[in-house]
């Protein structure tokens, strides 16, 4: 007579739980794991370009160490499939898809609601 162990013994042992596919997890952390996993391959000179205009005078750092410090959040607005990571220093959200940074967008641009949203995610306060 078989157990639940027993089939738990046939499992495929290199079959990885991935929060990302995982049906049972909240939309948020899926998609904050995404923008962790994201490796970004590609950025074109139109994101450069937004981000010398949209980031703030006082940003020391170039759109893709935004993305590589950034924290990784959920953000509602962003389409397409497209993941965000928060930059606190400036204050920008930087949006990537399919291993391209696709857009940067000011945070404090954006509805308070979503601003608020996207802080929560990040502060411990």
Known sequence: MATDTD????ADPRRR?????????DEAIRERYRAVEMAIGHVSDHVYRKWA???PAHTECDVVTAWHDGEPVHY???ANGA????????DMLVLA???ALVS????GDRPRDEQQYVRNQVTSE
């Open 17 to 25: 739980w991935n929060p990302a596919t995982d049906p049972a997890i």
């Open 53 to 55: 205009r949209r980031a």
């Open 83 to 90: 993941v965000a990571r928060y930059h606190r220093e400036s």
């Open 104 to 107: 940067t967008v000011p945070l």
């Open 97 to 99: 898809r399919m291993g």
């Open 76 to 78: 509602p607005s962003a």
């Open 7 to 10: 089939a738990d013994s046939d």
